[in-house]
C-alpha cells in the first residue's frame, strides 16, 4: 500500500480529528520508523507522531505500549498533582475506538500515535552547554518519577537488554559464525573490543553481586531521546520510551554521555575527533547528579562514570555484532554504517578509560 494511504488510514484508526494536511518522514532513531501528521483543527495545524514499531526488535509490541502507557499515566499523575497540568511534560499516547493504544494494519504493522508536544524541539547532539545539563535534569527527572513505580507491573520487552556480558557472548558468537564473511577484515576492531571488555562488564558484574541496585530506567538516553522547549531550551519531555525496563542508574548515565558528551557524531568516520569532552560531560552530570541528589546511593554514584565506558563499549560491540551479522538489528544509511559506528565507539571507550579518574572526580563534584 502505499505510504500516505496507510498514514491516513492509521489516522482513521486513531480518530484523530480535523482536516489531514500532509506527513513527514522523521529520520531519527535507529529501530522503529516515524512520521509526523499534520491535520488542520480550530484554525490550526495540529501535529501527531505515528510510529510504525520494529516488530524484529520488539517481538511483544503490545506489552511495550502497556509498559509505555502505564508508566505515562504514572508520571502524568504525579506532574498534575505537582504542577496543575502536564500537557507539555509527558508524552501522550491517543487511543483507538477499540479503546487501545496501537492498532495493527492489514500488512501485520504495529502502529501508535502520540500527540506532538507544542513549541518543542529535539537535538541529535549538541554543544549547547546549558541543553546538555538540561538533558541531565531530564533524565534524573525521569528516574526520580519512577522511583516508586511498581517494578513488577512492567514486562521486559527485551530481555538481558543491557546485559553486557551477554552482549559480548553475542559477539563472540557473530565472530565465529561470521555470516557474511566480514570477520577477517575487521580483526582490529574485535581485538579492541575484547581488550576492553573486563572494564565494560564491571556495572553489570556490580549488580550481579548486589552492590548496586535495579531501578526503573529508561534504558535508551541519548539526546535526541529528549523535548526541550524551543524558546527557553528547558527540558520539557523525555521520549522513545520502548526500553523503559528495570535497570542501573549507570546505564542511563553512561548511555546519554556517549552521545551528549562525545566529540563526535555517533558514526563519525574521522577517529581523530572522537573524545570524551569533559566539559560536557561535566555539564550532563552536573544536572543528572544534581536531580538525583541523595535519591541515589554512594556506590550508584560511584558506578556512574564507569557506566559510560559500559555504555559506549556495549553499543560500539552492539553495533560490530550487527555489521558481522549483516545489519540485520540497526538502520543503516550507507553500507558500512555499523562498522564505522562500532570503531567510533572503539575510540571513544578508550578515550573514557583514560580520563575515568577526572570523570569520577567530575561526579564526586556534585555528589555533596
Ligand atoms: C537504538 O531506537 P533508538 O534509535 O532510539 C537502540 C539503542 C541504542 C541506539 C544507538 C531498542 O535506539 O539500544 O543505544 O539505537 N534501541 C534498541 O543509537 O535496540
Ligand atoms: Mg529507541
Known sequence: MNVEKQIREVCDRFGLQGEYRFFEVVNSGHINTTYRVYFFRDGELK??????????????P???MDNISSVTEF?????????????????HYSKTEAGEYYTFMDDGGFWRCCRYINNSVCFEKTDNLKVIEESGKAFGEFQLYLSDYPVE????????FHNTIRRYNAFRDAIKENAVDRAESVQDVIAGYLSIEEVAI?????????VLPLRVTHNDTKTSNILFDSETLEHLSVIDLDTVMPGLVAFDFGDAIRVAASTGEEDEKDLEKVAIDLEKYEAFTRGFVGMLG???????????????????A????????????GDRYFKIHYPDQN???????????????????KMQEIVKKYSK
Request: contains cysteine; charged residues 25%.
Open 47 to 60: 501535529d501527531y507522531i505515528l510510529q510504525r514499531v520494529n516488530t524484529y526488535v520488539f517481538r511483544d
Open 62 to 64: 503490545i506489552s511495550v
Open 75 to 91: 508520571i502524568r499523575a504525579k506532574i498534575k498533582a505537582k504542577y496543575g497540568t502536564a500537557k507539555r511534560n509527558v508524552l
Open 153 to 160: 507491573k512492567l514486562s521486559i520487552v527485551i530481555p538481558h
Open 202 to 210: 564491571k556495572p553489570y558484574q556490580l549488580q550481579k553481586e548486589g
Open 294 to 312: 541523595d535519591s541515589i546511593t554512594d556506590a550508584e554514584r560511584d558506578s556512574l562514570a564507569l557506566g559510560a565506558i559500559a555504555m559506549t
Open 314 to 325: 556495549e553499543c560500539g560491540v552492539r553495533f560490530l555484532t550487527d555489521y558481522l551479522n
Open 339 to 357: 562498522l564505522v559506528r562500532a570503531k567510533c565507539h572503539l575510540v571513544l571507550a578508550k578515550d573514557m578509560i583514560r580520563q575515568l579518574p
